[in-house]
């Protein structure tokens, strides 16, 4: 089975930015035929899709929310997706994870792999 691993999550202040990142931790996870997404679930609320980027790179998806702030982009050669994250806002603050799914688009319910997620935390 794919395992993958967030990391790069923290505290920044209104106006900030993160990158997150999500590595697979097998080489026979090939990212080249995975759709990757990123997902984040805030305290009292429904899990949300953020970002999304299709096999072979061919087009990416954002939700309305983060819309010219955030931007995902993937590193075959090392297993590795990225979620930069620019111009925090606090109600950006949730847990995010990374998913993925062997299919052209992600699909909220039915990714194949999550990782355990990573903290972010947007305040002054």
């Known amino acids: 089975q794919v395992q993958l691993v967030e990391s790069g999550g923290g505290l920044a202040q209104p106006g900030g930015s993160l990158r997150l990142s999500c590595v697979g931790s097998?080489?026979?996870?090939?990212?080249?035929?995975?759709?990757l997404g990123w997902f984040r679930q805030a305290p009292g609320k429904e899990r949300e899709q953020v970002s999304c980027i299709s096999p072979n790179n061919l087009f990416t998806t954002y939700a309305d929310s983060v819309k010219g702030r955030f931007t995902i982009s993937r590193d075959s050669d090392h297993n590795t997706a990225y979620l930069q994250m620019d111009d925090l806002k606090p109600e950006d603050t949730a847990v995010y994870y990374c998913?993925?799914?062997?299919?052209?688009?992600?699909?909220?319910?039915?990714?194949?792999?999550w990782g355990k997620g990573t903290l972010v935390t947007v305040s002054s």
């Open positions: 998913a993925a799914i062997r299919n052209r688009v992600c699909r909220t319910n039915a990714m194949d792999y």
């Open positions: 097998n080489p026979g996870y090939r990212f080249d035929y995975y759709a």
